[in-house]
């Protein structure tokens, strides 16, 4: 079980996030949806210890989560990783087996045998001598993801993983998240997604600094809560729009 209790982060006099507290239990896929600064990838990265919080815990099987960073497999924002940097996909891969197998020592066959299977499941095998730089968006997607597998992590934390792949890379992503699921791992993940898509998660928690709903997405994507959240009154079109696309 994970438990999060009141965390709150401020950047220098700008908040946020605002007293946030939920649960999530083993086998769940909950999505963190909000407006654009709402706080989604603060809260991802609050939950690591990765930026500072001003207050709040954060537990994973009664534990603080930060001792336990080994358990968890992060993939950030696209925008957040150095695509120049000259490290090919193999290595990348390779990356989330160095905590086990140590920095300076050859992984053994172990290690290579998870790496290659986590390539496989992803559906690139052909593509580990390659750098990142050289791949497109989707692929890029699928070396993060495949390290995340390679990790064997318990809680998985996504941020926006859907941005800027195409729908066969985004279907393998669904795959996984499911397959995770069924092996009773924690999956987060923030979305800019809307629409049926969101049926696919256990749970969905609308923010906006604060956590303005907490529940199924029926429960979540009501109006008003939209209206709280996006701050649109009903009447403007995005709000329609967005509405709308989860709706019909
Ligand atoms: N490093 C930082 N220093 C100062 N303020 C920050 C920093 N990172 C985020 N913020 C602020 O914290 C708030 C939450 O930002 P965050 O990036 O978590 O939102 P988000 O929901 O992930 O947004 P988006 O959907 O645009 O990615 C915003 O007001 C943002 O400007």
């Not at 120049?84 to 920095?103: E, F, H, L």
Request: aromatic share 8%; glycine share 8%.
């Amino acid at each position: 079980m994970l438990e999060v209790q009141q965390l709150a982060v401020n950047y220098r006099g700008v908040c946020g996030l605002d007293s946030v507290s939920f649960q999530v239990s083993p086998g769940q896929l909950v999505g963190i949806i909000g407006p654009n600064g709402a706080g989604k990838s603060t809260l991802l990265k609050a939950l690591l210890g990765l930026v500072p919080a001003s207050g709040g815990v954060v537990h994973y099987c009664t534990c603080p989560l930060h001792q336990q960073l080994e358990r968890v497999a992060y993939i950030p924002q696209r925008s957040q990783i150095d695509w120049d940097y000259p490290i090919t996909v193999w290595n990348v891969v390779m990356m989330a087996r160095t905590r086990q197998s140590g920095w300076f020592r050859t992984p053994g066959r172990a290690a290579k045998e998870i790496v290659k299977a986590a390539l496989e499941r992803v559906e690139i095998p052909n593509l580990c001598d390659r750098r990142i730089g050289e791949l497109s968006g989707g692929q890029q997607q699928r070396v993060f993801l495949a390290r995340a597998l390679a990790q064997q992590a318990d809680l998985f934390l996504f941020d926006e993983p859907f941005t800027g792949v195409d729908k066969k890379t985004e279907a393998i992503m669904l795959e996984v998240f499911e397959e995770l699921r069924s092996q009773g791992k924690i999956l987060l993940l923030s979305t800019h997604e809307w629409g049926q898509s969101l049926n696919q998660l256990d749970r969905l928690l609308l923010l906006n600094q604060c956590l303005i709903a907490d529940g199924s997405p029926q429960q979540v994507m009501t109006p008003e809560n939209l209206r709280q959240a996006y701050g649109a009154p009903l009447g403007n079109p995005l709000h329609q729009d967005l509405e709308t696309s989860f709706f019909c």
